[in-house]
């Protein structure tokens, strides 16, 4: 079994993004405990809180189709590259802002923006190089490698963000998160992936046209992007809006109770990962429901009785899931859809993913008063089940996918 999940590491370039994607993460997860507490100590009310993600999610849909077709036109290592530096340069300000006293609400509004434009490049980048990196026979095991790097990244970094938030406050938690970006760029600056033939020269507008025309041509991409799009909505509310109000005022926690919960979903995502990068999958499609209906559970469970320990194993649950699920999708993709189309694919499943996200924290924060933080994970994980029941039970497609 171990072999098989380790077999991608034999490419010296994948090792390469590998190496410097499992450090990032780590920051990236200290990035994520630090925020939300960092504009609750400037004085931000839950609503604050919610226009902060509202703005990620905002400047993501603005860029990301846009995003897709020029990673299907560039050199997608540059693309890689110039996110990580930019990102370092980036959350490095806020740092320095942080630590000189300097650092105001409306500043994180602005990284909030400039990190979702960033990841409407990084991320179509990260997926379309993988069939660069390595053989078409071992793309699920370099998904759950690269799953993996988040997954240990997310036992770790929350541990370490809500230490390093307790005791030294945010600021300290958003330099180390730098570091990391710079870290990750000078790694994978060695590689040197094959190059691609360059594509026929298009406008940006027909690139974008021939990628929506073939993903709404597969019943099951189209599908399960347009449906999980709006149960993402209720997850991402879920985890940046109602997850912080559930540990600070139903559990009764701290920002480090907060990286125990952030860590319990870790353990799940790197049990998770190490499961789907050592077996074979045959009925695909099903597969990705069955994790789908395992996610929406795991969140009913977060509301249902809020006390820690069940917080704990539905956290871990939902991480499991979501990892399995996730890699087997983007395999799936990397699989069936052509190269020189993924990376705009690609941007239309985060598209599709992210499309209620920029109302999705703001209508949490409005409606918490009304129905309490463990209302919206009832409400988001009741209605995620349904569809994942409903999905394959109405789509061929979705049942006969391998």
């Known amino acids: ?223 399960t992007i347009v449906g999980f799009g709006f149960v993402n909505g209720f997850y991402f509310a879920a985890f940046t809006v109602a997850l912080p109000l559930l540990v600070l005022n139903v559990l009764h926690g701290t920002a480090a109770t907060f990286g125990v919960i952030g860590a319990a979903g870790g353990v799940g995502e790197l049990i998770g990962g190490l499961v789907v990068g050592n077996i074979r999958v045959r009925r695909v499609g099903l597969a990705i429901y069955a994790t789908q209906l395992l996610l929406g559970l795991s969140v009913v469970g977060y509301g249902i009785v809020p006390l820690l320990p069940v917080v704990l194993v539905a956290a871990a649950g939902f991480g499991w899931a979501i990892v399995v699920s996730n890699t087997l999708w983007e395999s799936a993709l990397q699989r069936h859809v052509p190269v020189a189309l993924i990376g705009r694919v690609t941007s239309i499943d985060y598209f599709g993913s992210f499309l209620v996200g920029p109302v999705a924290p703001i209508a949490a924060a409005a409606a918490i008063p009304l129905i309490g933080p463990a209302g919206i994970f009832l409400i988001g994980g009741a209605i995620a089940c349904v569809f994942s029941v409903a999905a394959p039970a109405l789509s061929r497609s979705i049942r006969k996918l391998e």
């Open 1 to 223: 079994m171990q072999v098989r999940i380790l077999q991608p590491l034999r490419h010296r370039d994948f090792r390469l993004l590998w190496i410097g994607q499992s450090v990032s993460q780590v920051g990236n997860a200290l990035y994520y405990v630090a925020l939300p507490f960092q504009i609750l100590a400037l004085g931000g009310s839950p609503l604050q809180l919610g226009i902060g993600f509202t703005i990620f999610s905002t400047a993501q849909l603005l860029v990301i189709l846009f995003g897709g077709a020029i990673v299907d036109r560039l050199p997608r290592r540059q693309v890689i590259l110039a996110s990580d530096l930019a990102s370092g340069v980036v959350v490095g300000a806020v740092a320095v802002l942080g630590l000189t006293g300097h650092l105001q609400i409306a500043y994180l509004y602005v990284a909030s923006a400039f990190f979702g434009v960033a990841f409407s490049f990084y991320t179509p980048a990260m997926s379309a190089i993988m069939p660069e990196l390595v053989p078409s026979d071992v793309l699920v095991a370099g998904n759950a490698l690269r799953g993996l790097a988040g997954q240990s990244a997310r036992v770790v970094g929350p541990l370490l963000g809500g230490l390093v938030v307790a005791k030294a406050g945010p600021p300290l938690a958003f330099a180390i998160d730098a570091a990391t970006f710079f870290f990750s760029f000078v790694v994978f600056f060695l590689a040197s992936p094959p190059k691609r033939e360059p594509p026929p020269r298009q406008s940006l507008l027909s690139q974008m046209r021939e990628g929506l025309a073939f993903t709404f041509s597969v019943q099951w991409i189209w599908l």
